[in-house]
T-cell receptor, first 117, second 109 residues
Framework: EAGVTQFPSHSVIEKGQTVTLRCDPI?????LYWYRRVMGKEIKFLLH????????ESGMPNNRFLAERTGGTYSTLKVQPAELEDSGVYFC???????????????FGPGTRLTVL | QKEVEQNSGPLSVPEGAIASLNCTYS??????FFWYRQYSGKSPELIMF????GDKEDGRFTAQLNKASQYVSLLIRDSQPSDSATYLC?????????FGKGTRLHILP
């Protein structure tokens, strides 16, 4: 079974440009999460999709970030316009359907390292 | 106050010894608790999770949870050089994972 995949693995862009990150979750996983780690900080939650719906987007830093999951399969995270502080590693994770009161393991992708110059 | 706190290390442990990693969390609504291992440049990998107070053992790993003290720990017995990595403590809070910064563990051959 293929794991979570992310594209690209690295992206270097200039301040003000636009970048789109893609995540393909494990097949059959309804839940998809985006996380980000900036240098020296902990990995932070950005948002959570259940199928194509945004369940929780409380971690999105500002309106320069737009996440979509059309059709409930892969997801994209667009940063427009990118700023220097957006540099970091963006992780995607997916999990199966949630069971009430239980935790379903989130499987992480390899991450996309974004550098904004 | 940070939601999940860990000592950043590095923690150096001789090969074959027990490595002890500690973590505290601030929100009593936290429902489940995890230890992830992350090798440099790689994605986090779940190695242990625990829901209830007490100990949970899996091979060389033991997770310990004390909800009253809001404390989670991970013991690694018979440490191997391949255990050298960053260990991330995390909690599940309303279905989002809150991570600590991680503790770098270095097993000395």
């Amino acid at each position: 079974e293929a794991g979570v995949t992310q594209f690209p693995s690295h992206s270097v862009i200039e301040k003000g440009q636009t970048v789109t990150l893609r995540c393909d979750p494990i097949s059959g996983h309804d839940n998809l999460y985006w996380y980000r780690r900036v240098m020296g900080k902990e990995i932070k939650f950005l948002l959570h999709f259940v199928k194509e719906s945004k369940q929780d987007e409380s971690g999105m830093p500002n309106n320069r970030f737009l996440a979509e999951r059309t059709g409930g399969t892969y997801s994209t995270l667009k940063v427009q316009p990118a700023e220097l502080e957006d540099s970091g590693v963006y992780f995607c994770a997916s999990s199966k359907n949630l069971l009430a009161g239980r935790y379903n393991e989130q499987f992480f992708g390899p991450g996309t390292r974004l550098t904004v110059l | 106050q940070k939601e999940v706190e860990q000592n950043s290390g590095p923690l150096s442990v001789p090969e074959g010894a027990i490595a002890s990693l500690n973590c505290t969390y601030s929100d009593r609504g936290s429902q489940s608790f995890f230890w992830y291992r992350q090798y440099s440049g790689k994605s986090p990998e779940l190695i242990m999770f625990i829901y209830s107070n007490g100990d949970k053992e899996d091979g060389r790993f033991t997770a310990q949870l004390n909800k009253a003290s809001q404390y989670v720990s991970l013991l690694i017995r018979d440490s191997q050089p391949s255990d050298s990595a960053t260990y991330l403590c995390a909690v599940n809070l309303y279905d989002k994972i809150i991570f600590g910064k991680g503790t770098r563990l270095h097993i000395l051959p």
